[in-house]
């Protein structure tokens, strides 16, 4: 039986990543980045390199605390309440996952980095509008030792500023998963401008060298590796999802604290608040959900598809349903760039695609429940 209620160490992480990103990442702290034309804050990815988040999934052989994944959720769900931007899921989460996948030096070496916060990295996985790595069209051309990687990729995230990328290809007899420098010649990243003012970028590979070192797991056999690294990523954001609903939740409910519409709050008004009250039940719902994906990734990595993929349904369905209430119950300023409602309706979006949007997850839930 999977415990949906926080362990004593897990309430306490909650408490010190909510006084941390309080202080450090309000809403306010993401506008000033988005206005100065920034995606992150490289200082404050450092800081959250010395707490320890860079390295939540990183054995402590290598530096890393090992939390596990049901924490890895638990600090992307508090940073998604402030809308916290870093490489977290990127790098902490994906990349870490699919490197302890690999039992060599090398990968010990990169996984040092990223628990130190001396290394970021990027999921060149997307190459259409819909995820759907099994259909990668991406070419890696055997030659001599090495190969040449030729082919296009978009909607990588963190991949503008990203050190590494992890790069799926087509090999002679299936996929195989490459961890190459970002800046190796024939790669031309183009940062794309997303709605939610975070690091995006396509990425072009034109006849781009790797060499057996550089493949991660084995040559036709990326998916072994791959394919626990995406699941921990989906159920990160679907944690991050949930705490952007509940950082919109928590920012109407204020508001209909405040407002007067003839001399009376409008949250009295019972109307607002059944569908408050719907809004909440629903954000519940969906963060046992959402912690249930991280203990399965804990306890049984081997059996958790169709729990990753329903709390990802459920929290693009919550984040949907919160920012819209949200911005409706603003009101006309709702739809403004004067108030942050509208931030965490951008993020919901995009976060809504990345990974495989509600369509794909419910698909993959009807398939393993045998319909």
């Keep these: 039986m999977v415990k949906l209620v926080l362990t004593e160490d897990e309430t306490m992480l909650v408490d010190a990543a909510r006084g941390f990103l309080d202080k450090s990442a309000p809403v306010k702290a993401f506008r000033d980045l988005r206005d100065a034309g920034k995606t992150y804050d490289a200082k404050m990815w450092k800081e ?13 052989s290598a530096g890393g605390v090992d939390m596990g994944h049901a924490a890895a959720g638990i600090l992307a769900q508090e940073m998604g309440k402030t809308l916290a931007v870093s490489p977290f899921l990127s790098t902490a989460v994906i990349a870490a996952t699919a490197l302890r996948n690999v039992s060599d030096a090398r990968a010990e070496a990169a996984l040092a980095k990223i628990a130190s916060g001396d290394a970021t990295y990027a999921l060149a996985v997307d190459e259409t509008s ?53 800046d190796r010649a024939g790669i031309t990243r183009n940062a794309q401008n997303m709605i939610d003012a975070r690091d995006s970028a396509r990425i072009d590979f034109d006849n781009v060298e790797a060499t057996g070192d550089d493949v991660l797991g084995q040559v036709d056999d990326a998916m072994t590796v791959l394919k626990p690294a995406i699941e921990a990523g989906q159920a990160a954001l679907a944690a991050e999802m949930a705490g952007v609903a509940a950082g919109a939740f928590g920012m109407t409910v ?22 408050a009250a719907h809004l909440w039940c629903e954000i519940e719902v969906t963060a046992s959900a959402v912690l249930h994906a991280g203990r399965k990734l804990d306890e049984d990595p081997d059996n958790v598809t169709m729990a990753v993929s329903l709390a990802k349904a459920r929290a693009t369905s919550t984040a949907k349903l919160a920012v819209i209430e949200g911005v409706q119950m603003h009101g006309g300023i709702g739809m403004t760039d004067a108030f942050d409602i509208g931030f965490y309706m951008k993020r919901a979006r995009v976060g809504a695609e990345w990974l495989g949007d509600y369509g794909y997850h419910a698909a993959q839930v009807a398939k393993h429940r045998g319909f």
């Design 130 to 182: 819909k995820f759907d790595p099994n259909a990668t069209a991406m070419v890696a051309t055997s030659e001599g030792n090495g190969f040449r990687l030729t082919g296009k990729k978009t909607f990588v995230v963190d991949g503008a500023l990203a050190d590494r990328l992890l790069v799926l290809a087509k090999t002679d007899n299936g996929l195989t998963l490459f961890d190459i420098p970002a």
């Design 254 to 275: 204020g508001y209909l604290k405040e407002r007067k519409q003839f001399g009376t709050l409008i949250g009295t008004f019972q109307a607002l608040q059944h569908r």
């Design 48 to 60: 959250m390199a010395a707490m320890g988040w860079a390295g939540v999934l990183v054995p402590e």
